[in-house]
């Protein structure tokens, strides 16, 4: 009955594959405009996040430093503060009416109040909007109450937020609007308007802020996102025939396949070791010195073919297997490079988690089975969880974590500004290291931006006291950026790649030969010059 089900279904999909690809076209059309749309308004929220963020730092710092006057000496501190911080244009003291009573650079005070009426029980920090703007972006103004009367405030420089993400075929047609509250217009762009027009015909998206009254709204004719599938409508019409062999073979090929065969194979692979830890190093890139690694998974079938993680993970995520994987995978840490931990007790090994160890108990539990009498210390283990995926029990993880931390082992927070958890993750869950995700290294330095947003994770890292570590470092450039920029620890290709227990033995006793030869030839040098 299963074989005659399948076969049926085939051949009722194959009577009509236009009818069935152009719904399905059309559906990840707008999906994927959606998708686009929603990473548009992140991207302009991640901005205006960061923009506001490092604007309250830089006012709290000048508050720290006591400057609550007009003096030179405090004017100096202004322009100081303005040229560090690329999205400041102008800082300045209002008094109680919002008034200026001083602003660098100097400019005309014209006597117009630009913040509200000072309350004894307003907030501490203020946002809002001047009349300026500039290419579509009004000039936000920060304010920090300085609790006698007057307000350090702080002008946003609108080319922080005037930027035009996303794909061409939708820049073309869709509007961006971004609010401060409910009414504050902060930034629009686009000239799309679905007022009068069909809603059934028009996408819109919506993202707010988990940190600020921000909201990005994002509209789109529909129209604009079946542009991107048009030419695949064509190819369709011409495989018709193609497809509908296709179908039937599929539904043949699947009525026999057992339903079981994809899991016994996992619960196998798992049973007979296949899942092996490689070890990518990570590097001090101010003293040359290995830190220790990142443990990655990768699966060794029988014949000897290695599959990487983009194939399988999904997979054993969602049906429980990475559980038994993981502890699979910190037992051969021990067997594998104990020894050389235990020789150099300032190395780290960092343990990938995700979003599921952290609902329950059982990852304590396992680092406590594997770790507590081994040769790798608990001050020695990292683990990483990614923000890609949404911890569903926040609470239970910060115990989860704070428990970790109490054993001496660190947190560290991966793929940083690509996922769900942004700043609320670092608030919530205590995280103790920071990983730059590599979509900001490929491009820091040819793109302000990425550079701008490195800078700023360094600063939250340094105010925090938070470690950070670049990812995905590829070439001499990005190196020597990252030190300008303050990084000191980094991974990539550029050191090496994730290799087998054996070769990162041998990588750790070649980096502490080349620092010696390094430090000898320096000595020779230095004793020639004497």
């Known amino acids: 009955m299963i074989f005659v089900r399948a076969v049926i279904l085939a051949l009722v999909l194959a009577t009509a594959p236009l009818f069935a690809a152009n719904i399905i076209l059309n559906q990840y059309a707008q999906s994927q405009a959606r998708g686009e749309m929603v990473a548009m308004g992140e991207r302009y929220i991640q901005r205006a996040e960061m923009a506001i963020s490092t604007t309250v730092t830089a006012l709290q710092r000048l508050d720290r430093d006591d400057v609550e006057t007009c003096t030179a000496a405090d004017k100096q501190l202004f322009r100081q503060v303005i040229s560090d911080v690329g999205t400041i244009d102008a800082i300045g003291l209002a008094d109680e009416g919002g008034k200026r009573m001083c602003v660098t650079p100097d400019m005309p005070l014209t006597g117009e109040a630009i913040l509200p009426l000072l309350r004894k029980d307003g907030p501490l920090v203020g946002i809002g909007m001047l009349d300026r703007s500039f290419m579509g972006a009004q000039v936000a103004v920060v304010s920090w109450d300085l609790r006698n009367g007057s307000r350090l405030f702080a002008e946003i420089t609108p080319a922080v937020i005037a930027s035009d993400p996303g794909p061409e075929y939708l820049r073309s047609y869709r509007r961006v609007e971004l609010r401060l509250g409910d009414d504050l217009l902060w930034y629009s762009t686009g000239g799309y308007n679905s007022e009068g027009s069909d809603p059934e015909n028009a996408i ?20 604009a996102a079946l542009q991107m599938v048009h030419d695949l409508k064509i190819i369709a019409v011409t495989a018709c025939a193609a497809m509908a062999l296709l179908f039937v073979a599929i539904g043949v090929w699947f009525s026999w396949r057992p339903e079981s065969e994809a899991n016994d194979e996992f619960v196998r692979a798992i049973r007979d070791g296949e899942f092996i830890p ?253």
């Open 204 to 223: 819109v998206t919506t993202v707010p802020s988990g940190r600020y009254p921000l909201e990005v709204t994002v509209v789109a004719p529909k129209s």
């Open 278 to 530: 490689f070890y990518q190093p990570v590097m001090d890139i101010e003293t040359g010195r290995l830190r220790g690694c990142e443990v990655l998974m990768r699966w060794r079938r029988p014949n000897g073919n290695m599959v990487s993680p983009g194939q399988f993970m999904a997979y054993a995520e969602a049906n429980g297997h990475i559980f038994a994987m993981t502890r699979s995978l910190m037992v051969q840490t021990v067997d594998e490079v104990g020894e050389l931990y235990k020789e150099n007790p300032d190395f780290k090994l960092s343990i990938n988690l995700f979003a599921g160890h952290f609902l329950n108990r059982d990852i304590i539990n396992d680092i406590k089975a594997i770790y507590e009498n081994s040769d790798i210390s608990f001050q020695q283990i990292v683990v990483e969880v990614t923000e890609r995926y949404p911890m569903e029990d926040m609470a239970l993880a910060r115990k989860i974590i704070a428990e970790m931390q109490a054993m001496g082992v660190r947190v560290a927070l991966d793929d940083v500004g690509t996922g769900h958890g942004g700043m609320a993750y670092l608030q919530k869950l205590g995280i103790d290291i920071i990983k730059i995700d590599k979509m900001f290294i490929d491009s820091i330095g040819d793109d302000d931006s990425s550079t701008t947003i490195v800078d700023s994770m360094v600063e939250l890292a340094d105010n925090l006291g938070m470690g950070i570590i670049a990812e995905g470092v590829e070439t001499p450039e990005q190196v020597e950026r990252l030190r300008e920029l303050g990084v000191t620890a980094a991974q990539g290709y550029y050191f090496a790649k994730p290799m087998p227990a054996t070769e990162f033995i041998d990588y750790a006793a070649k980096v502490e030969r080349d620092l010696q030869a390094e430090q000898e030839a320096e000595s020779e040098e230095d004793d020639e010059a004497a």
